[in-house]
């Protein structure tokens, strides 16, 4: 399976935003910027089999 993106609202405005996903890269944790307000947001992915399996989006923490 290739790369993937996940969709997601940014926590501090609700805009939907997009990013890329490995999904044979197991746990996987890093910060984007919101495409609408720019404010930081940190990522954590679970990945098992292929498949998403959890999810955070949260406020970066300053």
């Not at 993106?5 to 926590?11: A, G, K, Q, R, T």
């Not at 996903?21 to 404010?39: I, K, R």
């Not at 930081?40 to 098992?48: E, H, N, T, Y």
Request: charged share 25%; hydrophobic share 25%; proline share 8%.
């Amino acid at each position: 399976m290739s790369e993937s993106n996940i969709e997601f609202d940014c926590p501090y405005c609700g805009y939907p935003n997009f990013s890329p996903l490995d999904p044979l890269s197991g746990t996987q944790q890093w910060t984007t910027d919101c495409e609408n307000c720019c404010h930081p947001i940190a990522l954590r992915v679970k990945v098992r089999g292929g498949e998403l399996e959890e999810l955070d989006v949260e406020r970066e923490q300053d």
